[in-house]
């Protein structure tokens, strides 16, 4: 079945990718021009295969389809866990989006797995479904579920990652989708942008047993801005991008709090007991220059332990900091903003796509700073032992066109769990990932 569904969609894949335009080959601007203005004047119902499919009445509706397709093929040393598969159907979404009513913006997208390609926990069969109210450009108003506005990497469409899995801020500490109500829009002439909202709870990423929430109401905010929208910059630094966001939720009684998990899935730290405020504050940043690109995110995390030591009195916050650091090189030359659409499509002529080189660096620690004692493993105790993860990624990305992408990555682990092993070397683990990509 599955290498039935790869091959239709390689086959479609491709031939989609062949109505490009071909390099070299001259284009009439003034044709394009009037072909757009043409296509804008239509009345009633048109329909549209390219560059997805796309249905629309007039100005009054627009129903695109989305499709995401990935196929993962992966192994770790020295030992895989039990319930790792080696072969997985990682995401087989489907969905539209568009407009209606000309001031109004939709989205539904659907997971047909059955496991969250990241969490491994149950998977909704809704992932995003929200509608957002646009006529005032600085103020719009989105509601349903979506991604809670924290962590420039979660929030990345999993179509647009540098590397098969996300880092652990981005795929175990950051909030992931909620339901809840954000304003969002640009300030100040377009120099900044800002994203603002409440949301139910403090997103599925922090769930605990059972698929529970672990926090209650959740306040979030994000600032971003171009520095070259506002300063003189030189060439080099006019694509940069600097960003800070926050949330703040409660968090009630019990082992509750944010756990340190590895891209294998074990835990170095797990659950504490936890009661009272969970803050996160985070910076972003993001550059490029030609085919050279910078990413880095970094993130502090604090939850309260009220009245959660034997006698019922006040423990040391447990803190959190993670971190990780992108470099990407596109050897065939192109740029990546918003995406990436190879000059030389593959199976077109002599085009062979194009070709990344990714490296990544990230860390995550827990710990109990200020705390008092002897450290210890007991959640009880004020004084947490320490726990961290250190990772090196190392990928190579193959764009084929704007439809397919196959991605490879090497990933090297050393987690330092509370309790080691006394005498013995930390435990190094390799983790090897393929991915083919297909997005409609």
Not at 186 to 209: I, K
Not at 354 to 359: M, R, S, Y
Not at 402 to 430: D, H, M
Request: charged share 25%; net charge positive.
């Amino acid at each position: 079945m599955h290498s039935r569904i790869l091959l239709v969609a390689v086959l479609f894949c491709c031939g989609a990718g062949a109505e490009q335009e071909v390099p070299g080959k001259k284009s009439s601007k003034k044709g394009s021009k009037k072909a757009s203005k043409k296509k804008a004047e239509r009345k009633g119902w048109t329909f549209d295969m390219l560059p997805r499919p796309s249905l629309r009445y007039g100005r009054s509706l627009r129903v695109d389809v989305r499709t995401k397709l990935h196929f993962d093929f992966r192994a770790v040393e020295p030992d895989s866990p039990p319930d790792y598969d080696l072969f997985r159907f990682r995401r087989r979404r489907v969905g539209i989006e568009g407009n209606f009513l000309r001031d109004f913006e939709y989205e539904l997208e659907a997971e047909l797995s059955q496991l969250n390609p990241e969490t491994a926990v149950g998977n909704p069969l809704l992932q995003d479904a929200f509608v957002t109210w646009r006529r005032l450009r600085w103020l719009q108003v989105q509601g349903g579920r979506f991604k809670i506005p924290f962590g420039r990497e979660q929030l990345s469409s999993p179509t647009n990652l540098d590397f098969v899995l996300r880092s652990r801020l981005g795929a175990e500490l950051s909030p992931g989708r909620e339901i809840g109500v954000m304003l969002h829009g640009p300030l100040l002439n377009r120099r900044f942008r800002y994203e603002a909202g409440a949301f139910r709870h403090d997103g599925q990423n922090s769930y605990a047993a059972d698929n529970q929430p672990s926090a209650n109401l959740t306040w979030a905010g994000r600032l971003r801005s171009e520095p070259a929208q506002w300063a003189a910059l030189p060439p080099w630094l006019r694509k940069l991008e600097l960003g800070a966001a926050f949330t703040r939720s409660d968090v009630p009684d019990g082992r509750n709090s944010l756990r340190g998990r590895t891209t294998f899935r074990t835990n170095f730290f797990p659950r504490a007991n936890v009661k009272g405020a969970r803050v996160r504050t985070g910076v972003e940043a993001e550059w490029s220059h030609g085919p050279v690109g910078l990413i880095g995110e970094y993130a502090r995390i604090t939850e309260q332990r009220r009245e959660q030591s034997i006698r019922l009195a006040n423990l040391s916050d447990l803190a959190i900091r993670s971190w990780f650091l992108t470099g990407t090189w596109l050897l065939t030359g192109e740029e990546k903003q918003g995406g990436l659409q190879p000059r030389r499509p593959f199976l077109q002529g002599w085009g062979f796509g194009a070709v990344e080189l990714a490296i990544r660096k990230e860390f995550t620690g827990f710990s109990t700073p200020g705390a008092t004692g002897p450290p210890s493993s007991n959640p009880r105790s004020d004084h947490l032992l320490p726990a961290s993860d250190r990772a090196w990624t190392f990928g190579v990305n193959w764009y084929w066109n704007r439809y397919v992408k196959i991605q490879i990555n090497f990933l090297r682990e050393t987690p330092v769990p509370q309790i080691e092993a006394p005498g013995l070397p930390r435990q190094i683990y390799w983790n090897r990932i393929a991915r083919i990509q297909f997005v409609i």
